[in-house]
């Protein structure tokens, strides 16, 4: 029970997305009302809490430990390498970088640096 109850918060979440990105996709960002890029950011802040509290329950058995830290793991790695293309894309096709790239990717590194110290320590 508890399994179906996290993947149907799932594909809530994969829907709001969806539904964000695709008003994102076709409505023009220079012509978006105050309104508009008010909801869009409330929407977004939204998922952006939902998604982080998935999972952070209390574990009831190792296996279910195991499970969190692999996909917390594999997400890791994906932003990472997600936002390593994006800096490669703009360093060779654009040649101009979006700082906050950069320090998202210095920010999610020292994160896992520091919370493994911490955790070892």
């Given at each position: 029970?508890?399994?179906?109850?996290?993947?149907?918060?799932?594909?809530l979440?994969?829907?709001?997305?969806?539904?964000?990105?695709?008003?994102?996709?076709?409505?023009?960002?220079?012509?978006?009302?105050?309104?508009?890029?008010?909801?869009?950011?409330?929407?977004?802040?939204?998922y952006?809490?939902?998604?982080s509290?998935?999972?952070?329950?209390?574990?009831?058995?190792?296996?279910?430990?195991?499970h969190?830290?692999?996909?917390?793991?594999?997400?890791?790695?994906?932003?990472?390498?997600?936002?390593?293309?994006?800096l490669?894309?703009?360093?060779?096709?654009?040649?101009?970088?979006?700082?906050?790239?950069?320090?998202?990717?210095?920010?999610?590194?020292?994160?896992?640096?520091t919370s493994?110290?911490?955790?070892?320590?």
């Amino acid at each position: 029970m508890h399994n179906r109850k996290i993947l149907i918060y799932y594909i809530l979440l994969f829907i709001l997305i969806a539904l964000t990105a695709g008003y994102l996709l076709f409505e023009p960002m220079d012509k978006m009302s105050m309104p508009t890029i008010v909801s869009v950011c409330t929407f977004l802040a939204i998922y952006s809490i939902c998604v982080s509290l998935v999972g952070e329950t209390k574990c009831e058995d190792e296996r279910e430990i195991l499970h969190r830290n692999l996909s917390n793991r594999a997400a890791t790695v994906a932003v990472t390498l997600f936002i390593s293309g994006g800096l490669i894309y703009q360093i060779f096709i654009i040649h101009r970088i979006d700082w906050w790239l950069l320090a998202t990717i210095i920010i999610i590194n020292l994160t896992k640096i520091t919370s493994l110290i911490y955790l070892n320590y």
